[in-house]
């Protein structure tokens, strides 16, 4: 009934205001699907990379209004120089691969050069060239060079412990290799082959995942029972190979599926004994990985991660005996954000460890006796967290690494850079500027290039020292000037507290260029909460896609990142425990709600949400669990239920074994309480998330008698939908929201295939 009353409310207003008002127009849909071409290239003095020699010389590209400039600086003699005269290589190189190439369009990479600038080599057009400026002269040194590309594989793909190859000892003596499910050693002289394992069985195998110790005296090898197997499958309808549809199938374990049982086992070769493991600390396995050899080949250890990610271990086995002993025992009440937080750095072959753990309610570094496994001490405290360790410096005892939430009256989730001595002294910070940074130190950390921004600032570069962080000079400042003049109009930042009435819950407001604040503008969240991470942006950007796209038809987008989310505190982000339908929505309504009451041309009585993968879990929950406060959502490629879904991520979260909360939490067995305008969006051969949760979703709305929208686009995989998503999505909106018949899109085409990019 609420929701109907605030249908009708907005309907008198676009009355009372007609077409002065008038938003949701062929104009504006013209104006935002030429958006990124129009704020394209108009940020200037703003590089991407930089990049260290290990002579301490670091080049970058800037662009320039002209186009790219190639610069190199010599941080001793506070050089800053052009690597190369731009029209004459534009000119050699027009020449050599006979095209045309613009002096301010040279497109170079891996450039390497000495410092006095005698010879540059670097790749163009997939050749290596070696450029020597002072006599002009260029040549092809080598072809065919790598573009640095690698290909993972599909995410979800079994690991095969059957087919590696045979494994040679450190002294090419033996080959290690299974045959029969069990482990047998060769050797390469006289092809003699023992056998040293007598218990392997097919449905207990040895792995051919093996280790020799590096004094060559001993061999780690595990024995694997299986689990279960269990694959999705989709069809594709229109491939583009041939006529007749294609059936595709993924190995895809899901939340409560049996995983693989490891038990590593120990052999003396020269005793050609087998020295069975215990596995009592270990048997409940999530996962069973990082195996490694001390150096000294006194021990080997692994790492173990318990079902259900509330323990979480380092294990060493002894080289002689087999004993086993516990170095790290990380507990946790809720769950280890094993995925997104766990460091380790074993020091001087294991003797100390560096170890993050959020045991005090933050995460932090701690460094640990290896040997004994007890913490030697904390090295950082305080009520904020470690991002990331970026480099432990052995030689000094130091250690680098990324924290937020230091400074009062900065975004906490703004990155800074500092180190600590192992001692959990002299704590140095490399930032200080109120603005997001990244940091690129040169090969020997005595330097580093901070570059800083914020969604409202452009990029500013500096080169600092390591010695007392104070800048050599700056590399460049960026120009903006040319966006403004197109319109532009900055993200504001916007705080509010958030449930508890206490926490501070950081978002941002995205206004369109025609913005008027005497009009009234519908709110649109883009929601992806996400448990592994924070989500808003916090760098500046001069096109926000999706977002800036759908604000210039006449609405203010808003991103949030809720409780549940995480980079704050322990505390903050548990909201997500075993509660993923939460989706820091508590804090989300008191948040527009605050915007609104600030800015009433927000009309916080008639909201939308979109978006994608996690973040379609979250907008369809928002009409589930939450059409008290939202009315239009869009859901692209959503894991509806948990259960559905991938089994790494879901069940750290979500928690095992399988409960009632994973029913709780799901859309598809809450589907009868969906309020408000639904569209569906789904990739027929979506690999990341199975589709047949979103058909589930559907099956269940229509058991319920509830009206919705669904979108199958042929042949996309894991994605918002692609150009025809984004087209639906903004008509949905438009209609829904504005309640205004979106204009022709063959028109809107017309507009943009003839028009200038």
Same mark, same amino acid.
């Given at each position: ?20 008002? /008038? ?24 590089p ?41 290589? /534009? ?6 691969f ?15 050069? !000495? ?68 482990l ?6 006289? !092809?003699?082959? &023992? ?42 309808s ?12 993924r ?11 490891k ?28 195996? $490694? ?12 991660n318990?079902?259900?990610? =509330? ?18 025992? $990380? ?11 766990? %460091? ?29 496994g ?9 009520d ?53 940074h =990244? ?8 330097? %580093? ?6 969604? !409202? ?20 400042k +960026? ?24 926490? @501070? ?5 995205i ?5 008027d604040?005497?009009? &009234? ?17 916090? !760098?500046?950007?001069?096109? %926000? ?13 808003v ?16 909201? #997500? ?23 009433? %041309? ?16 979250n907008?369809? +929950? ?14 692209? #490629?959503? #894991? ?24 709780? #939490?799901? *859309?598809?067995? *809450?589907?009868?309480q ?19 949760? &979103? ?35 903004? @008509? ?8 205004v018949?979106?204009?022709?899109w ?12």
């Amino acid at each position: 009934m609420e929701s109907f009353v605030k249908k009708i409310s907005v309907f008198f207003i676009l009355i009372k205001f007609g077409t002065s008002f /008038a938003q949701g127009t062929l104009a504006e849909y013209k104006k935002a699907i030429s958006l990124d071409s129009l704020f394209r290239d108009k940020v200037t003095n703003s590089p991407k990379n930089f990049h260290w020699q290990e002579n301490n010389l670091l080049w970058y590209v800037n662009n320039t209004p002209e186009g790219k400039e190639y610069l190199w600086v010599n941080p001793s003699e506070k050089t800053h120089e052009k690597c190369f005269d731009h029209t004459v290589l /534009a000119k050699l190189l027009s020449e050599k691969f006979e095209k045309d190439i613009e002096a301010d369009h040279i497109d170079i990479s891996e450039l390497e050069f !000495d410092a006095d600038m005698e010879e540059l080599q670097f790749i163009f057009e997939e050749k290596k060239v070696s450029y020597r400026p002072k006599n002009q002269r260029l040549a092809i040194v080598g072809a065919n060079a790598s573009d640095g590309k690698r290909d993972w594989g599909y995410w979800g793909r079994r690991f095969d412990e059957t087919n590696n190859p045979p494994v040679m000892s450190p002294d090419s003596t033996m080959l290690a290799f299974i045959k029969n499910h069990n482990l047998y050693i060769k050797n390469t002289s006289t !092809d003699e082959e &023992t056998r040293l394992s007598y218990d392997g069985a097919p449905g207990f195998f040895y792995s051919t995942y093996i280790k020799w110790s590096p004094d060559g005296k001993k061999i780690m090898a595990y024995k694997v029972r299986p689990g279960d197997e269990r694959k999705i499958y989709f069809v594709e309808s229109s491939p583009e190979e041939q006529f007749q549809p294609k059936l595709q199938s993924r190995d895809y374990l899901k939340p409560g599926d049996e995983l693989p049982f490891k038990s590593p086992q120990l052999f003396l070769v020269g005793e050609k004994k087998h020295i069975q493991v215990p596995t009592k600390e270990f048997s409940h396995q999530f996962g069973l990985n990082n195996i $490694e050899w001390r150096e000294d080949s006194s021990a080997f250890t692994f790492e173990y991660n318990q079902r259900g990610h =509330q323990a979480y271990k380092v294990i060493a086995v002894d080289a002689i005996t087999g004993a086993v002993k516990i170095l790290v025992n $990380e507990v946790g009440k809720t769950f280890i954000d094993y995925s997104s937080k766990k %460091y380790r750095y074993d020091i001087d072959d294991g003797k100390e460890i560096i170890w993050t753990s959020e045991r005090d309610g933050w995460n932090h570094i701690y460094l640990y006796d290896g040997e004994t496994g007890k913490v030697k001490r904390q090295l950082t405290k305080g009520d904020w967290v470690v991002r990331n360790v970026i480099h432990v410096d052995e030689e000094n005892r130091e250690v680098y690494f990324t924290a937020s939430g230091m400074d009062k009256g900065q975004d906490p989730y703004f990155l800074h850079y500092l180190k600590i001595g192992f001692d959990g002294r002299n704590l140095t910070r490399f930032t200080k500027e109120n603005g997001n940074h =990244q940091v690129t130190f040169s090969k020997d950390y005595e330097y %580093y290039v901070d570059q800083y921004s914020k969604v !409202d600032a452009p990029p500013v570069s500096l080169l600092k020292s390591s010695k007392n962080a104070k800048t050599l000079m700056q590399l460049q400042k +960026a120009d903006h000037s040319a966006l403004l003049e197109e319109g532009w109009i900055a993200p504001e930042v916007f705080m509010a507290k958030g449930r508890d009435g206490v926490t @501070d819950i950081w978002g941002i407001i995205i206004r369109p260029t025609s913005f008027d604040p005497n009009k &009234t503008y519908p709110v649109i969240e883009y929601i992806y909460a996400g448990p592994h991470s924070s989500f808003v942006p916090k !760098d500046f950007r001069s096109y %926000y896609w999706s977002m800036s796209s759908l604000a210039e038809l006449g609405f203010i987008v808003v991103q949030i990142d809720g409780m549940g989310t995480s980079n704050r505190s322990k505390a903050f982000h548990d909201v #997500c425990w075993k509660n993923l339908k939460d989706g820091g929505f508590p804090d989300r309504k008191i948040w527009i709600s605050e915007a609104a009451k600030k800015y009433p %041309y927000m009309d916080a009585e008639n909201v939308g949400i979109f978006g994608t993968s996690a973040g379609g879990q979250n907008a369809a +929950a928002a009409l589930v669990f939450n059409s008290d406060f939202y009315d239009v959502a869009v859901s692209s #490629c959503g #894991c509806h239920d948990n259960r559905m879904d991938k089994i790494w991520w879901n069940e750290q979260f979500m928690g095992y074994p399988i409960g009632p909360h994973y029913e709780a #939490c799901s *859309n598809v067995e *809450n589907a009868g309480q969906m309020g408000g305008d639904l569209m569906l969006i789904l990739g027929e051969v979506d690999d990341n998330v199975d589709p047949a949760s &979103t058909m589930q979703f559907a099956n269940a709305l229509i058991k319920a008698n509830k009206d919705f929208e669904l979108v199958t686009i042929p042949g996309m995989g894991h994605s918002s939908g692609g150009d025809f998503g984004e087209r639906k999505r903004k @008509d949905f909106f438009v209609k829904h929201l504005m309640n205004v018949d979106p204009p022709s899109w063959e028109e809107i085409y017309n507009y943009k295939n003839n028009s200038k990019p």
